[in-house]
Every structure is written in C-alpha cells, then in structure tokens.
C-alpha cells in the first residue's frame, strides 16, 4: 500500500510575512512544485526532482516511449560528452577564433581536450552513422532516440523546470536515403507528436518555426498557450497560417491588411526539423544506393522537453493555489483519506479502507496508482485540503458517513470535473472506472489542438 506517511515530500515553508531577497523571476509550476514538495532547488537553475514529482516524469517518459514504438524508432543512449571537433566539423563552434555559442556548456579534460556537454546530439549521432557508412538503403529508413540529460548555459534561468541549466529530453534523429522519403519521415513523425500531445490532454497549437541554429529547410514547434510562454505566436486572420513572431511571416505577405495576425504567448514543448544534409554532408555520414554508390544521408531532428512538458502542463491547468495534472501524467490517480485517530468513528470506518484500496486496485486505470494518506493524527479537512493542493484527481474519504449510521457512504471528489459525490462502495468502483475510461487519448487529436486566440 502507498502510504503519504512514508513519501519523502519535504515541503517548502515560508513564514508569514517573511520578505524575500533577490526574488528570481518565477512561475506558477515553480512555485507550486516547490511549496508542494515536488521538487527542491539545487543550485541556480538546477533542481532535485522528488519522488512524487519522478514518477509523473516517468510517466512522461513511458507516453514518449509508446509514441515512439508507433513509428519504428529505436531507443538508444548517447554520450553527454561530444568532442568539441565534431561541432567545430559540423560548424555550429566557431571557428578560426570565432566565439562558441554562449549557452554552450563545454569542459576540458586532463589532456586539454575540449568536450561539449551536449543541448542536442546532431554531431554525435552522425558521426556514429559516418562511423558505419555507407550502410545499405535497405537498411532506412533508421530512427534512432534517447531521452536523457541535457545542458544549457543560461544567462538567467527562469521558470523553474521551463528555463534550467540542466533539462531532460527525448531527441529523436531520423536518417532516409533521399529528401523526399525524408519527408515522408518529417510527416510520420509529426503526425505522432500529435497523438502523443492529444493523449497528455493540455490544449496545444502546432505552428511553423524557424530553423535558427540548428539549420534545414523546415521547422515546427508545439506550443501550451500560455501567458508565461516565452514565445509569441501569430495566426494570420487571412490564410490561417500559424507561425512563431522570430519566423519572417513571408508565407503571408500576400494577405490583405497591415497587421493581419492575431497573438499568443506560448511554452514551446516539442520541435520537429527537416535538416536534410546539412550534419551528414560535412560528417560524411552516407548511404549505399541501390545502384551502388555512395550518397549523403538525409536528416531530421524532433525533440520533447521531458521536464518541461510537465511543468507546462501545471502552470496551464492550476490555479495559484492548486495543482492540476493532466491524468495521465499525475503522480497517482487516487487518494484516499482515512479517518482521523481518536475519532468516534475510527474503528467502525477503518477496515473499509483496506477493502477500498483493494477494490480500486481491481479497476481499469488504477492499479499502482492509488496512495492513501494515512497521517490520522491529523483531521479529514486538513488532508483533504491537502490532498486538493497536490492535485490527486481523484479523492475518496473514508469518513463518518461510511459507518452504519452514515449509511456507508464514501465522499467522492472528482477534481477532473469539480463534482462531489456521496457513494456506496459499488457506485465508487462504478464511478472511478467511468471517469478513467474518459482519458483524452479516447477522442479525437484534433480537439486538443487549439487556435491561436487574440492577445488583448
């Protein structure tokens, strides 16, 4: 049985009316994280994830991986340390003297060796395709994954888990024999994304890019609208078309009207890229044609922020003084709250809840999913009220109403819909079992994508 008495969650406390120094800029996710005993910060930019907050990131993970299988890829481990020579080859480090990229973390060995800790893995991947190359057509298309730690020296780290120095990620790279099956792969891909984004149930918008830095010829991002989105959206009201503000809106010149877009911030949680030969070409990663000869391998890139996606997904569905998780990313599905030492209706209601847990283990969605606060000494109100702030989507008291007087009743809160229920234990299972059989990846993808509304 999952006990909270047992869950390492040291919560942050400020006293009240306590003035803090030197406020960094926050979010309503960090914020909420952080009180709530989810996460605990580390050092500027860095953070210890806590257990409660692990498993939704596991989680996360689990979705990617399924999502991933829908297309053939494979997942792998690559190292965190690129040679500096690979990037100085590919030419995303200066060259000649120039200066590296500024959020690049690098290091040296003891042999004076410069190493990148690596915010993508184009180089190392390529290098490992150039390494066994030219490999035979019959062998492509090859998508290839990992979901690991990634490094980013930012100037001011901001928005807790949205803005870190050190994030985990899933970076997908897709290797093809020619552009157009490149683009094949490019549509695939995405067409993935949305499912996956459909199923974690937070509205999103998917909009053109810009390639930036990272090179190809086509780019797109998806996006949580939300006002702490450090990204502008447009939407032009002529054609439609969606687009990041850093991308030139030249597909919509020909529209009618001065300023025909409409605005959005949003969090950015997943890219997609077409990088054709622009990290094969110069890494000499090359494929066997069927007529026998050598050809430069073409390439894609997709990325989803695995701690972002969580902490974006917060800071769109709480409020400032609750968290809300998507179901299918929260830590657990339910709590159950025990009634309270010393009550007159302990011993009468207690057994109920072994037979409770034991019964909603039995349903669809819900085993390993259910925690029960068992710290008694403190009153119903108090861990219901708490059981509210962390979020659990679904809570069921065991309380005086479950004795034979209270006619075995149990309080059934769905946070999901904002209901409260009074049920026997039948209707409990009946009503649990309902609510998780209503999870987002039961509808359409295309009701979680939304349009790009105006900034007022």
């Known amino acids: 049985m999952n006990r909270i008495s047992k869950l390492f969650q040291p919560s942050l406390v400020v006293p009240k009316n306590a003035t803090i120094k030197h406020q960094e800029a926050t979010s309503k996710s960090q914020r909420l994280m952080l009180e ?14 806590l257990p409660l907050l692990q498993r939704s990131v596991q989680k996360a993970i689990d979705l990617i991986d399924r999502h991933m299988r829908t297309v053939d890829a494979q997942r792998l481990t690559l190292p965190m340390l690129t040679s500096a020579e690979l990037w100085r080859k590919s030419g995303r480090l200066g060259k000649n003297g120039e200066a590296p990229p500024t959020e ?21 991947i390529t290098a490992l395709m150039a390494a066994i190359a030219p490999v035979s057509y019959r ?23 949205m803005r870190s120095k050190e994030f985990l990620m899933k970076d997908l790279y897709t290797f093809d024999v020619d552009q157009t099956k490149c683009r094949q792969t490019y549509e695939s891909v995405n067409e993935a994304y949305v499912r996956l984004l459909a199923e974690v149930g937070v509205p999103f918008v998917k909009v053109a890019g810009d390639c930036g830095t990272m090179g190809g010829s086509l780019s797109h991002e998806y996006h949580f609208p939300s006002e702490v989105g450090e990204d502008e959206l447009l939407q032009c009201q002529q054609c439609g078309a969606l687009t990041n503000a850093e991308l030139s809106p030249s597909e919509c010149e020909s529209c009618a009207g001065r300023d025909p877009f409409e605005r959005q911030r949003g969090i950015e949680v997943a890219h997609a890229f077409v990088l054709d030969d622009r990290y094969t070409k ?3 990663a090359t494929c066997l044609q069927p007529n026998g000869k050598p050809s430069t391998l073409q390439m894609g890139c997709y990325g989803i922020g695995v701690t972002r996606l969580v902490a974006a997904s917060i800071e769109v569905l709480s409020n400032e003084r609750e968290i809300r998780w998507p179901l299918g990313l929260a830590p657990y599905r339910v709590c159950i709250v025990t009634p309270k030492a010393g009550s ?8 109920w809840v072994d037979r409770l847990y034991g019964d909603l283990e039995t349903v669809t969605g819900c085993r390993g999913e259910i925690i029960v606060d068992d710290r ?5 109100g108090k861990r219901l009220l708490d059981a509210r702030k962390m979020g659990y989507p679904v809570i069921v008291v065991v309380g005086a109403k479950a004795s034979p007087e209270g006619r075995e009743l149990f309080e059934l809160h769905n946070l999901l819909d904002g209901t409260q229920l009074d049920l026997s234990i039948g209707d409990i299972l009946t009503a649990v079992g309902s609510i998780f059989s209503k999870t987002p990846e039961t509808s359409s993808p295309l009701n979680h994508v939304v349009k790009v509304q105006v900034q007022n």
Do not use: C, W
Not at 376 to 380: S, Y
């Open 139 to 161: 062998q492509f298309p090859l998508r290839l994954y990992q979901i690991s730690t990634k490094f980013r020296d930012e100037m001011k780290p901001r928005f807790g888990l």
């Open 104 to 124: 690049l973390l690098q290091t040296r060995d003891r042999h004076g060796k410069l190493q990148i800790l690596g915010p993508t893995h184009e180089e190392s």
């Open 376 to 380: 008694n000494q403190l009153t119903i």
């Open 344 to 351: 007159k209706e302990e011993a009468l209601v207690n057994p």
């Open 282 to 284: 110069p890494l000499l």
């Open 36 to 49: 709530h005993g989810l996460m605990r910060q580390a050092g500027n930019g860095t953070f210890h994830l």
